[in-house]
T-cell receptor, first 111, second 115 residues
Framework: SQELEQSPQSLIVQEGKNLTINCTSS?????LYWYKQKYGEGLIFLMM?????EEKSHEKITAKLDEKKQQSSLHITASQPSHAGIYLC???????????FGKGTRLHILP | DTGVSQNPRHKITKRGQNVTFRCDPI?????LYWYRQTLGQGPEFLTY????????KSRLLSDRFSAERPKGSFSTLEIQRTEQGDSAMYLC?????????????FGPGTRLLVL
């Protein structure tokens, strides 16, 4: 079973539109990480959230961790072609510093 | 460039051959992680080091896999008697583990194809 569920699996949006990606677990997430991956390349760190209710923003990307620390969302405002790629959420679920990843959300931006 | 580097970036080998990958972490990062990623999946933890000590190995890491970090700097991952199921992207990450939560920074990966 997948401990960390991401939705949607893939997303196609028109350039300039907003979008949201979700990451859900039945367990407490002690550290929640968002990474971006270009096809066939390594992971680029975006943000890390630790506290319930925490929210962080970088440029047009905002990530939130819910109060129960079991769900996170990644929101992109006014999407651009450069936002295309695979977004991966990962979490420390056992307080052992090992990251368990979801399967990723594939984002395509239409010009 | 002071990020995590991995070599080679691509490797094609025949079944039964041995392969070795290298990872150079960010300077002064004391932790180094290896992950494996197959198509359509997120990365899966394989093993990690704190300095030169290998602290944990996943059950995914069969006896054919061995990893070292001899001087607490770069690391190597060797796969002996490769099988077609070993075809994957092998990712390395490093972090500076102090008090509090660490962030892992990933390298570009080594893509392995076993024919």
């Amino acid at each position: 079973s997948q401990e960390l569920e991401q939705s949607p699996q893939s997303l196609i949006v028109q350039e300039g539109k907003n979008l949201t990606i979700n990451c859900t677990s039945s367990k407490t997430l002690y550290g929640l990480y968002w990474y971006k991956q270009k096809y066939g390349e390594g992971l680029i760190f975006l943000m890390m959230l630790q506290k319930g209710g925490e929210e962080k923003s970088h440029e047009k990307i905002t990530a939130k961790l819910d109060e129960k620390k079991q769900q996170s969302s990644l929101h992109i405002t006014a999407s651009q072609p450069s936002h295309a790629g695979i977004y991966l959420c990962g979490a420390d679920m056992n307080r052992d510093d090992k990251i368990i990843f979801g399967k990723g959300t594939r984002l395509h931006i239409l010009p | 460039d002071t990020g995590v580097s991995q070599n080679p970036r691509h490797k094609i080998t025949k079944r039964g051959q041995n392969v070795t990958f290298r990872c150079d972490p960010i300077s002064e990062h004391n932790r180094l992680y290896w992950y494996r990623q197959t198509l359509g999946q997120g990365p899966e933890f394989l093993t990690y080091f704190q300095n030169e000590a290998q602290l944990e190995k996943s059950r995914l890491l069969s006896d054919r896999f061995s990893a070292e970090r001899p001087k607490g700097s770069f690391s190597t991952l060797e796969i002996q008697r490769t099988e077609q199921g070993d075809s994957a992207m092998y990712l390395c990450a490093s972090s500076l583990a102090l008090a509090g939560r660490e962030t892992q920074y990933f390298g570009p990966g080594t893509r392995l194809l076993v024919l």
